[in-house]
């Protein structure tokens, strides 16, 4: 099994920055082959695609409501995968889980194998 735990979460102002973490343990033999993607949930919505990132890094995907504030990276080494996000609006207030799967980024919530508990990230207007 893997673990992964989200962190960074809080409250920001509309315009400010926060930058989550999400880090995996367990077992994490072979983790460097997953796709690690962010989504989130806000009261009474679904769960949405963010942002996600191929296995090596070398494809990234983001939702259109995030592209140009959002960036998603990660160290494979540290098992670790990081989203940085700057100029927050109020809209982006939800709790962000971090997912993993095999390989390629997917958008769908249904094809992802591990979950985290989630952050929940606040933005005032």
């Known amino acids: 099994q893997v673990q992964l735990v989200e962190s960074g979460g809080g409250l920001v102002q509309t315009g400010g920055s926060l930058r989550l973490s999400c880090a995996a343990s367990g077992r994490t033999f072979g983790l460097g082959l997953y796709a690690m993607t962010w989504f989130r949930q806000a009261p009474g919505k679904e769960r949405e695609f963010v942002a996600g990132i191929s296995w090596n890094g070398g494809s990234t995907d983001y939702a259109d409501s995030v592209k140009g504030r959002f960036t998603i990276s990660r160290d494979n080494a540290k098992n670790t995968v990081y989203l940085q996000m700057n100029s927050l609006k109020p809209e982006d207030a939800a709790v962000y889980y971090c997912?993993?799967?095999?390989?390629?980024?997917?958008?769908?919530?249904?094809?992802?194998?591990?979950w985290g508990q989630g952050t929940q990230v606040t933005v005032s207007s």
């Open positions: 997912a993993a799967r095999p390989l390629a980024v997917a958008t769908t919530k249904n094809d992802y194998d591990y």
